[in-house]
T-cell receptor
Framework: NAGVTQTPKFQVLKTGQSMTLQCAQD?????MSWYRQDPGMGLRLIHY???????DQGEVPNGYNVSRSTTEDFPLRLLSAAPSQTSVYFC?????????????FGPGTRLTVL | AQRVTQPEKLLSVFKGAPVELKCNYS??????LFWYVQYSRQRLQLLLR??SRESIKGFTADLNKGETSFHLKKPFAQEEDSAMYYC??????????????FGKGTLLTVNP
């Protein structure tokens, strides 16, 4: 198993550009989520999905869109990038939403918006 | 609302010294508590969870419901323990049943 994979590893955007951060998992996990990691702020939940076709907002959803057309993939879209979105983005997944299920994290995407 | 507080941004100890990373939480029900670790430029990985009552890499953490704390302890720190440590909480009701809330993290440095 590759686990949770994310592409790209690094990305530089100009303000106003759009892009999609890819996340995939090969563990047949129901639950997937996106976090951003900022210095002094910890990890904050952007969006999450409890299964294919179901998504919901987390703590900081503004400026981001998600979709979950398959169990494996959970892309994160930035529609019009802003410097405030400069961050490290982590995707995570877990087998189910039941208690005691570990969340597995991807390696992260480091995004810089100029 | 659920909240996790890690009061120390930075913690520096010498090799062989005891280490305690503090975590306090706010939640009205019975939460699950976790410690995640992130070594330099690596992904987050689960270190331990309160429900397992296990010791991983010499670390232990006890859930104290009276003090709403879940402090991480190790009696003798090693240089390879240097990392960012995050305490996280998952609720047990309704919409919070699977979302993790993270603290802001504590960067542990173990000096030789």
């Amino acid at each position: 198993n590759a686990g949770v994979t994310q592409t790209p590893k690094f990305q530089v955007l100009k303000t106003g550009q759009s892009m999609t951060l890819q996340c995939a998992q090969d563990m047949n996990h129901e639950y997937m989520s996106w976090y951003r990691q900022d210095p002094g702020m910890g990890l904050r939940l952007i969006h999450y999905s409890v299964g294919a076709g179901i998504t919901d907002q987390g703590e900081v959803p503004n400026g981001y869109n998600v979709s979950r057309s398959t169990t494996e993939d959970f892309p994160l879209r930035l529609l019009s990038a802003a410097p405030s979105q400069t961050s490290v983005y982590f995707c995570a997944s877990s087998y189910s939403t039941q208690r005691n299920n570990e969340q597995f994290f991807g390696p992260g995407t480091r995004l810089t918006v100029l | 609302a659920q909240r996790v507080t890690q009061p120390e941004k930075l913690l520096s100890v010498f090799k062989g010294a005891p280490v305690e990373l503090k975590c306090n939480y706010s939640y009205s029900g019975s939460p699950e508590l976790f410690w995640y670790v992130q070594y330099s430029r690596q992904r987050l990985q689960l270190l331990l969870r309160h429900i397992s009552r296990e010791s991983i890499k010499g670390f232990t953490a006890d859930l104290n419901k009276g003090e709403t704390s879940f402090h991480l302890k190790k009696p003798f720190a090693q240089e390879e323990d240097s990392a960012m440590y995050y305490c996280a909480l998952r609720g047990n009701s309704g919409g919070s049943n699977y979302k993790l809330t993270f603290g802001k993290g504590t960067l542990l440095t173990v000096n030789p």
